[in-house]
RNA sequence: GCGGGCGUGGCGGAACUGGCAGACGCACUGGAUUUAGGUUCCAGCGAUGAAAAUCGUGGGGGUUCAAAUCCCCCCGCCCGCACCA
């Protein structure tokens, strides 16, 4: 029995691939074009069965659409800079320029092994001077645009990677990568103004149509889009006054406090002399933001000397508090609070027994006896206890506070987002250097653009904490390129996710000595299918929707959207084993014993424990070089398509991908040794074959539709289904009949250009075996034909009462009152009736008849 | 709390626009081949039942000739956000 030999074949089609130049698409406006992409992987040493299964889609994707006839772009690069690569300095001793490039051939091998068709000619690297200088204009060019700026704000700092994290980098008050709990720090950072697009990037979002709705919701959310009002309390006795923002100014009237954040510039100023207020300050920082703490913490205020004046009625005066609920991050950091109509402020009020004052009506309320207790109202009805207000809407009177703010010039209507602006300051070493130069004289010099790239200087050491670049004596002291005296260069380095807004753009043109050729972004953009985890939803999703439109209005292109369609993958997971002692075990340390537990290599018991995602410290692992050594790429390329939806995660199991194996098998003996002689290339298989033969053509023409279809819709578990279904029936093909031989072939040519885009390989050692002389990847996919995948026979469903009785087989398109006929001939159908006529009978054409006794 | 999604055999999952529930695979059972294991081939595989048949898509109700699919209520799970003013 022959085995299909991978090892020599796998690599035989790669070469030849290669040799075609098959995924080394130019620019041609003749065409369609079509762009495939992955998210980049960080170089983190090996690729993971989870970094497969997401190429492999995108190269199903591409390859499926360059048989459509498309001029595809699927190119691969590495978002180089980061983190593991400075800690591995640090613990190892290598530089981290030697351990990302190490670490890219290790992974750029193993993708080629996988047999992945990337253009390699557009290979880049986050980390290359030649990739990172146009990031450095492109921030000169935000600078000048007002886009990227300085200042000094209470930041995220991560103590484990000794830098800032931006907002969305902070996930349940913790780093998303480190985990550990992160500190308020008051620093002087660069930002980019991603709020300038708030609304933009909001109001398009309802565009991205090929987008996975929870993407979309998650970006909504984190833009956090509030209408409402900002009002101005005056401060009594002082001409300071306080913003507000809130999104019921309807409720103004029953205003009884002020709240500001512990961080609001006038508690600081208070502070400066009230040192209750510094330690109530300081008791509000030491608790965490974390759920947990929110959920512990009770609402707490600090009572001030300060009394605001009511906006409408200056006659009204209201306490002002430091409340440690009040976030500086949101709105304007202080509040007025109104206790009838919200919870939170009917607990302050409560507790530090202030005035409760209903503004708002409900329906079928008596105004006189009307109060609220311990329930906040926060529903409709009509503003009473409001002066000019009193019998409006809720909207209504939100219209008319906002016009009266604005004629007495103490507010406005307004919208508040939750976004802020994106910090992209690192205090690391191994990321792009931010182009500025600081002088005593001058202030913030811009580098000029003949100095760029600024590289980063390959000679720095790790032997202490912090950034090295702090302490580099010839790289960080330069002169001043406006007046030439002594100065200083930006020590900070972006933040990576700066590196990642752009790639896609230096894709269309990776050799350019500019950051991207107009025109070349303009035939490939936007990404027609962008294939990654979800785990982007909010950051590089979203940085890089702000980027293309920042880079817009500099004049770079013209594109908002860089993603027309989003896929987001799941991930694969595996079981994990513990061993008595609660040690965990790698997959191939434990074998199945005879009872149907697991044991491991002394023959102890194994606790199976649940499915997780694959991590090294739980040892549910499975090497990528150990799959494809035993049973090559495409194998582990079918299960990955084969056994879930692909935006659900994926069990991988060993008797999964034996499963897949022996497929790979069965086809590979299909064609090395056909049942049926074949007849030569280019046989047509006569009109006139018995019956049994054509159901078999009639499944291979719905096959390709349906395939096509699923390919189509992401829905590749499906699509392998259909394919296994037709070898199924090939295989049933009767040797004797007449021709069986041309339709064996028909259908095995088939077979082997429906895999191609899932077993590439595989597909060209079959159709190398069929006689054909071609690449499959040079083939276009196969047209299904309607005429000869139109059913003759159709097997309608017989129900009685809605209940399946019998099938009956009838010519296609029976005529209506034929099938009633048929139907009620049926015994089965008689003795239900049991004599009596029906009552009616429904007919749906070629699917279903139903007698209703 | 708010938002998004999900719930189908022992398991992963199919099921079009409401129209034969369980395709395809994994596991398992029996048989053939094999020195044996593996491979390969044949058959079986939702539950109850000897069969006829009945029941069956998280639970309850409803719409319909017909519901996994639509509507209402409830339960459970997953994900995201959250002192958001």
């Known amino acids: 029995m022959s085995r299909y030999n991978v090892r020599t074949s796998e690599p035989l089609w790669q070469q030849r691939w290669r040799e075609a130049r098959c995924f080394e698409p130019q620019e041609d406006r003749a065409r369609p074009k079509y762009y495939v992409l992955e998210m980049f992987p960080y170089p983190s040493g090996k690729l993971h069965v989870g970094h497969v299964r997401n190429y492999t889609m995108g190269d199903l994707v591409a390859r499926y659409r360059r048989a459509q006839g498309f001029n595809v772009l699927h190119p691969m690069g590495w978002d180089a800079f980061g ?85 969305e980098q902070v996930i349940e008050g913790r780093g998303w990568r480190s985990g550990a709990l992160v500190e308020k720090r008051l620093l002087s950072q660069w930002f980019l103004r991603i709020t300038a697009f708030s609304d933009e990037l909001l109001e398009s979002i309802g565009s991205l149509d090929r987008w996975p709705e929870r993407v979309r919701v998650m970006q909504e959310n984190w833009i956090g889009r509030s209408e409402g009002a900002q009002v101005t309390f005056p401060i009594a006795g002082s001409t300071d006054a306080v913003e507000v923002f809130t999104t019921r100014p309807d409720t103004l009237y029953g205003a009884s406090f002020l709240a500001l954040s512990p961080h609001h510039p006038l508690t600081q100023q208070m502070a400066a002399n009230d040192s209750a207020l510094r330690e109530f300050i300081a008791e509000c920082d030491r608790l965490g933001t974390s759920e947990a703490a929110i959920e512990a913490a009770e609402k707490r205020g600090y009572r001030t000397a300060l009394e605001a004046v009511h906006p409408l009625d200056p006659n009204r005066r209201v306490p002002v508090y430091v409340a440690n609920f009040v976030l ?129 200087p390959r000679d720095v050491s790790f032997d202490k904490p912090g950034n090295p670049l702090d302490r580099h004596p010839t790289w960080k002291n330069v002169t001043c390129p406006d007046c030439n005296g002594p100065a200083t260069r930006e020590t900070d380095t972006l933040d990576t996710f700066v590196d990642s807004s752009w790639y896609f753009l230096r894709f269309c043109s990776a050799r350019a000595p500019i950051a991207f050729e107009r025109g070349a972004a303009e035939y490939w953009m936007p990404v027609d299918q962008y294939i990654g985890g979800v785990e982007h939803a909010v950051l590089h999703l979203l940085y890089s929707r702000f980027f293309t439109r920042a880079l817009k209005q500099c004049g770079y292109l013209d594109l908002e959207e860089p993603f027309a369609g989003l896929f987001t993958q799941g991930m694969v997971l595996h079981q994990t084993y513990q061993n008595v002692d609660g040690e965990w075990l790698f997959p191939e340390e434990v074998t199945p014993g005879s009872d149907g537990n697991y044991i491991d290599r002394l ?32 194998t582990a390329r079918l299960y990955l398509m084969s056994d879930s939806p692909p935006e659900r995660d994926l069990e991988w199991t060993e008797t999964g991908i034996e499963g897949a194996w022996r497929y790979v098998n069965r086809l590979w003996r299909m064609v090395s040794e056909p049942t049926v002689t074949l007849p ?70 088939t077979v082997t250009r429906l895999i191609g885009p899932i077993m590439p390989h595989l597909s060209e050692e079959m159709w190398r075996a069929l006689g054909r002389p071609t690449l499959i990847a040079e083939t276009r996919w196969p047209k299904a034909d309607p005429e000869l995948a139109r059913d003759e026979q159709v097997t309608i469903a017989v129900q009685v009462n809605g209940k399946l009785r019998a099938t009956l087989d009838l010519p296609r398109d029976a005529a209506g009152p034929a099938v009633e006929e048929a139907a009620l001939a049926l015994p089965q159908v008689s003795r239900m009736l049991e004599g009596k006529p029906p009552r009616k009978i429904v007919v749906v054409p070629n699917r279903i008849v139903n007698v209703v006794a």
């Open 83 to 167: 983190l593991p690569a400075e800690n591995a300095a640090i613990d190892a001793k290598v530089h981290p320029a030697d351990w990302t490039s190490e670490n890219i051939a290790t992974m750029r091998a193993q993708l080629q092994r996988m047999g992945f068709g990337y253009d390699w000619t557009r290979e880049i690297a986050a980390c290359d001077p030649e990739y990172y200088r146009h990031e450095q204009k492109m921030f000169l060019d935000f600078l000048a645009a007002g886009l990227a700026y300085r200042k000094e704000s209470w930041v995220n700092w991560d103590p484990v990677e000794h830098t800032v994290l931006a907002n």
């Open 328 to 456: 500086m991050e949101y709105g304007t950091g202080a509040i007025f609070g109104c206790p009838a109509h919200d919870q939170r402020d009917l607990d302050f009020a409560r507790k530090y027994d202030l005035p409760v004052i209903p503004v708002v009506l409900p329906p079928d309320a008596d105004p006189a006896t009307f109060a609220v207790g311990d329930t906040a109202y926060v529903d409709d009805g009509r503003i009473f206890n409001s002066d000019f207000l009193d019998g409006l809407s809720v909207p209504d009177a939100k219209r008319a506070v906002g016009e009266r703010l604005e004629e007495l010039g103490r507010g406005r209507r307004t919208i508040a987002y939750r976004l802020r602006d994106w910090g992209v300051s690192r205090q690391r070493y191994w990321g792009c250097p931010i182009p500025l130069i600081h002088c005593a004289k001058c202030g913030i010099v811009p580098v000029p653009e003949k100095d760029l790239p600024v590289e980063l």
């Open 603 to 634: 023959g102890r018991p194994v606790v199976t424990g649940r499915n997780e995602k694959m991590s090294k410290s739980k040892k549910n692992v499975v090497g990528l070089d150990e799959i494809v050594d035993s049973y090559g790429a495409d």
């Open 680 to 749: 030569p290339v280019g046989a047509t298989v006569p009109n006139s074959i018995p019956p049994a033969l054509l159901d078999v053509r009639r499944m291979i023409h719905k096959t390709i539709a349906a395939v096509t279809d699923d390919l189509e819709k992401f829905r590749f578990n499906r699509a392998v289904a259909r394919i296994r279904e037709l070898t199924n029936a090939l295989e049933g093909i009767p040797a004797d009949a007449p021709d069986a031989g041309a339709v064996l072939r028909e259908g095995l040519e």
